[in-house]
């Protein structure tokens, strides 16, 4: 790394939060932060204890934590029902029964809410149906929907019997949905009969009836009619009406006694080459981790008005919103579309109407904002921000610090943090009322967390020193399983360093504590020996005026080992060209040296990323470096991107004519 980025770590100044907002975190000060801490760590267990106290459990034993990593249990032969901890128990409370659980908006201005209690009765007939259908505890279902109420009481209904849902991202295309309901087996699917996005009607039914073509084990299709417009096939015998299920079915359902470490759900992640992992989360471990970050990272509420923007085929999602925000009474308003649509202001238009306090998005969404400019943003009241929350990749400083000053009014606390659809949280973050905010640091670790950053052998570095991102000790919400496959489990996050969960990225912490996560291990590239950190390059790439968004890969040369090449997005009004390529490349070479000069600058229209809006730089390798894609594409948010792309790149290939 070079030594421009351990400046800008090493200047990087503390921002303390606002004290009015401090006066109303749970946590107020620094001091209280080492404290609680430090006493989590000489006694993880008993912090684990006391977070439960908070949860209603059906059994509790007195162990709280047994094993160590990569075997290990949390309230092992205690029961609890998640689905009682997010709708029932709230149901019951006369303070939060008739309070608002969810509010919806579609695309097209639809609008509708539930209450807690209306929640408890949708989610209870749901659960029966599934019953009736001759669903049990252990058995699959896969659930394809975008962010609907419908959605919601379809995955806790799940929740509540003991039935392992599997979520797919409603954009996927018919192979990706069939290779996930292939490898888990699952015996139902669920879905919307279509969705809107940018304008356009996605048919998602026709999508599962292509996905389920010659697959034998799917007995069911609950067809939930988003669009009830919408010419829908249903084949007899297979597919069923979900709100002719629901209305038929009884209201009482008691929730299912469920062992704390049992499998609740799995999502896939993609991996770099080889088939996407289906990740294994427990239920009593991921609620009582999901509910502590909740609780302490977000500040939530009852009284908060919150917006995850996350689609629900992203793990982000079930952290935030169906588990952590839900067992925390509050409410949350769920979307489904584009943020910028019909209008660029359509996000803002949404915080004004519903005065939303807590907005958590990904970087890419505030790049979005930061696109669109100043004028967009001052066009609504935005005044009710209090807080800002990120996660996904790396929040670069500038647009951190407009995110800061144009949508929150230069007093919204921001919080940049960091985790994996592995970790079923965010063990980085900041507690956003007690410790000072560093503007592009993913802040600090979670209590009862034991990160560090250590060398090829395992060993601690010093602060300020680059090194691999590890986790020394279990915690709830870690991922207990691949599913059917216990030996890539195994080795993809336990063998390289034994004893440790290796997280697979590069990190620097900072003499105050904050860690600086840079992005994967193999997004570095060794150019004639110099190692240069990819994030640094783009870094210096997004402070030019003309660029929204950059990825750098590495492509191979013959004398260097490895050259650097740019991709970048432009701002409005922009032109690419020559010029404006030489430009960026002397940026580069003026802010990290010679040796970092890009090879070549692609200006492209939009990047290839995924539904969580992560920019997918494997892609961009495999299309740089072969003119295709042969790894995983099932992550991928827009097959057109990468089309436009391909097509682009033949474009400018020497020799094209």
């Known amino acids: 790394m070079a030594d421009e980025v351990l400046s800008m770590i090493v200047s990087a100044k503390l921002i303390p939060p606002p004290e009015a907002y401090a006066a ?148 996927f295309s ?45 007995e069911h299709v609950i067809v939930y009619r988003r669009l009830a417009d919408l010419d829908t096939p249903m084949t007899p015998g297979r597919d069923l009406d979900f709100e002719s299920l629901v209305e038929g079915a009884s209201r009482d359902c008691p929730p299912a006694v469920l062992e704390a470490n049992e499998p609740s759900f799995l999502i896939f992640t993609s991996g770099t080459t080889g088939r996407p992992k289906g990740i294994v989360h427990a239920g009593g471990g991921f609620l009582l981790g999901t509910y502590a970050y909740t609780k302490y990272q977000l500040d939530l509420r009852p009284e908060d008005i919150y917006w995850n923007t996350a689609d629900i085929g992203w793990l982000t999602s079930h952290i935030f919103v169906l588990v952590g925000g839900l067992a925390l009474g509050t409410t949350t308003l769920l979307y ?30 505030y790049r979005m904002m930061m696109k669109h400019g100043e004028d967009v943003a001052r066009s609504y009241d935005l005044s009710s921000l209090e807080l800002l929350v990120s996660v996904g990749e790396p929040f670069n400083p500038e647009a951190w610090h407009w995110v800061r000053r144009v949508v929150g ?60 991102l590890v986790i020394r000790r279990p915690f709830p919400s870690l991922a207990r399983d691949v599913y059917g496959d216990r030996s890539l489990y195994l080795n993809a996050y336990f063998s390289r360093m034994p004893g440790l969960y290796f997280t697979g990225d590069s990190a620097v912490r900072d003499a105050d504590g904050h860690f600086w996560v840079l ?27 003309a660029v929204v968004e950059a990825a750098v890969v590495g492509e191979p040369d013959e004398v260097k080992g490895q050259v650097p090449v740019a991709f970048v997005t432009l701002e409005r009004g922009w032109e690419p060209g020559a010029e404006l390529e030489e430009e960026l490349k002397a940026r580069v070479v003026a802010d990290i040296g010679s040796f970092a000069r890009p090879a070549r600058v692609y200006f492209v229209a939009a990047m290839p990323k ?46 094209h004519e």
């Open 336 to 365: 489904e579309g584009a943020l910028d649509w019909p209008k660029p202001g359509r996000l803002y238009e949404m915080i004004e109407r519903y005065r939303v306090n807590k907005l958590f998005s990904a970087p890419t969404a």
């Open 610 to 655: 995924t539904r969580s809006g992560k920019i997918l730089r494997r892609m961009l390798r495999e299309i740089l470096q072969t003119g295709e894609v042969k790894g995983d594409v099932t992550g991928l948010e827009d097959w057109e991107v990468v089309e436009r792309l391909l097509h682009d790149l033949r474009e400018r290939a020497p020799g």
């Open 24 to 171: 109303r975190s749970y946590l107020s000060s620094y001091g209280e932060y080492r404290a609680k801490y430090q006493a989590s760590i000489d006694d993880p267990a008993a912090f684990w204890d006391e977070i439960a106290d908070e949860l209603v459990w059906q059994q509790r034993g007195k162990t709280v934590i047994a094993g160590d990593l990569p075997d290990f249990q949390f309230f092992p032969g205690s029961y609890i029902n998640v689905c009682e901890n997010c709708v029932d128990r709230h149901a019951k409370d006369p303070m939060y029964r008739n309070k608002v659980a969810l509010f919806f908006e579609g695309e097209n201005g639809e609008r509708k809410s539930v209450t807690y209690l209306q929640l408890q009765d949708a989610v209870s007939r749901f659960a029966n149906a599934l019953k009736d259908l001759g669903l049990r505890q252990g058995d699959v279902v896969c659930v394809y929907m975008q962010n609907l109420i419908e959605t919601y009481v379809a995955l806790l209904a799940c929740l509540r019997i003991g039935v392992l849902y599997n979520t797919v991202f409603a954009g």
């Open 409 to 468: 009014g230069d007093v919204a606390v921001i919080n940049n943090t960091w985790g994996q659809t592995e970790t079923g949280g965010t063990p980085l973050a900041l507690m956003p009322g007690a410790v000072p905010i560093k503007p592009g640091s993913c802040g600090v670790p979670f209590f009862g967390h034991d990160l560090a950053v250590v060398d090829e052998q395992g060993r601690e570095v010093p602060d300020g020193v680059p090194g691999y």
């Open 174 to 218: 018919a192979e990706a949905l069939r290779e996930r309901i292939v490898r888990c087996g699952a015996k139902a699917v669920i879905c919307a009969n279509g969705s809107l996005r940018r304008g356009r009607v996605l048919r998602l039914k026709e999508t599962v009836d292509r996905a389920l073509e010659g697959v034998e084990t799917v």
């Open 519 to 545: 992005g994967r291990v193999d997004d570095v590239i060794n150019v004639s020996g110099h190692r240069i950190s990819t994030m640094e390059m783009e870094s210096s790439l997004i402070q030019h005026p």
